[in-house]
């Protein structure tokens, strides 16, 4: 990716060969990615244990038909105890796809076929660079009421349910109106998982009991957390744009500029900034495009109010301003004397803090006005 | 040094990363102290030396400069001219006899409000405990600080400190890159001698002197004392001033 906002050329090397394009703004999609639970309640040995994006893939597959007994446990390597965040969307997800077995096993089937809530899934496309957005459908899982069947026996272990806003809180009560059991459990007594057969054995502490308990289900499925996309850092560095410290990328402004970056031209949304479900990721791509249409509906760029200025009469033509910038913005001219290119200035003031004749100004950053700023720092204050 | 005494810090931020950091720290409610008083830039590297000296010069107990992680400049390579700039002025610093720790260069990044907070702290800290510079009292250096400022505002260090990342890192004008270690000598070297020349300059501004007057006053060898007049002589900075006895006399022409 090579230049500024309204002219950025984008190469995109592909199977089918590269191919360069001229864009004015760039959204950037690319989603998470979910954590992989290596270590965590026998993932790797126990073909019974799944992440939840697994078990949602299974049943889209139609695979699950024998199951009817699941337990879900959360948080897993989130809140903690790999990744320090809470992932935002598990408990909705989980919750769904509870409500969405409760029903299959009710209607007499076992879980299966049909459509699966789905859970933000990864995008693993290679444009990852576009200039529209993506639409997704809203996942609208609709629960019919249980009625005949069996009754699916299915328990979700949590630390906290996270079921925020109005349409989860729903889903939430409807869970629980069939029965879904929430067990709660604690860092320091962690579920414990051991193959029983072909079923699984889950060991939990019950603090309402005050003891250990067991029971015996079909499968275990692990709530992990979504993880900034491997691709991240490297578009980061592509783009010059900062990630936080979880590795998802940082927004210019968390209130104000919630889609932007700091660098002009670029936007976000989705699971890219932060896990997000696909109500909240439809909103960011409409805030998104829309902020992206403001530039490209004015069709034009206003240059940097901040920029260098010579004073050929000073300049010596030593070329240290030359030296220092980093876009190639000031050149000696025929007389040997430093100018500014304005259109590639970016005004970040290292010719003129170097200058060794102090023949440079920077607009609005002149030496005089820094340190009329300073001084007034530490004025006396008469009372 | 009283209990309630709050030292005075002056804070260069960068717009892009340390600024944003700032404003995240607040936003997120840590906390930090409020001695520090902020002047945004846009990138630390628009900080002169100068600035940094004149805001001591001005009352300021310390002066903190935040900036991107090195790497993660907005402006690609700003950071690393701060740093040479920056190793400089501590050295002028340590001339001038103030201690170098009263300027602190620290990257903290836009996502980094606790880091913020954390290194204010420290260095408010770390100030307090230095107690203040009274400046303004002390005559001696004051005289010392304006030496040190015209120092940094000399052609010769600024133009070591402009060439200093392209030299080590790319190649100098015979093609060969300069080993750090040599050009940190030289950049000391350097300090050395401008801090030393505009000492002897001062103590010419008010009146004529000999060079032996001079040498005995800042306490530097008389041939040096002579060198500098020498130099500054040619730079037209210094003019005859008729003699005393045998020893010439010499005083400061107006700038220039």
Known sequence: VEGHIGDFKVGIKSASGSETLEVGTIILAIGAEEYIPHKFYGYDDNEKVVTLADFERMSKKGELKDVKDV?????????????????????????????????KVAAGGG???????????PEKTGGRKRRSRRRRDGAGAGSAPSSGGGRANITIFNRTINAYGVHHEINFNTAREKRIKFQKYDLDNLPKISAAGDKVKVEYFAETLGGWRDMTVDMVVLSTPLVNHPEAEGISKLLKIPRGAEGFFLEAHVKLRPVEFATEGVYLAGTCRAPADITEAVIQANAAASRASIPMAIGFVQGEALMSHVNQDICVGCGTCTTVCAFNAIQLNENNKAETITAACKGCGACASVCPQKAITMTHYSDDQLLSEVLACFEEVKE | MSDDYQPKILGFLCNWCSYAGAD?????????????????????????????LKALKAGADGVFLG??????????????HTQHKIAMTKKLLEAAGIDPRRLRLEWVSASEGERF??????????????????????????????????????????????????????????????????MVAILEEAVDSEYHRELVLSRMLAEAKSVKQIAKEIDVPSDRVLKFVISLRKDNRVGDAGHEGMSPLYIALGTG
């Open chain 1, 71 to 103: 337990a879900f446990i959360q948080c897993v390597g989130a809140r903690d105890q790999d990744k320090t965040y809470c992932s935002r969307i598990c408990c909705n997800v989980a919750i769904k796809a509870a409500i969405h077995l409760a029903d």
């Open chain 1, 111 to 121: 879980g299966g076929e049909a459509e699966a809530p789905k859970a933000e899934e």
């Open chain 2, 24 to 52: 995240l720290c607040g936003v997120s409610r840590f906390q930090y102290p409020p001695n520090i008083r902020v002047v945004r830039v846009m990138c630390s590297t628009r900080v002169d030396p100068v600035h940094v």
């Open chain 2, 67 to 80: 900036g991107c992680h090195i790497g993660d400049c907005h402006y690609l390579t700003g950071n690393y």
């Open chain 2, 117 to 182: 907070s954390k290194v204010v702290q420290k260095f408010t800290d770390e100030i307090m405990e230095m107690g203040p510079l009274n400046i303004k009292s002390d005559e001696k250096m004051i005289a010392r600080l304006d030496a040190a400022i015209g120092a940094a505002d000399g052609a010769r260090l600024r133009s070591l400190v402009g060439n200093y990342h392209l030299v080590t890192e790319v190649q100098n004008a015979y093609g060969e890159k300069v080993d750090p270690n040599t």
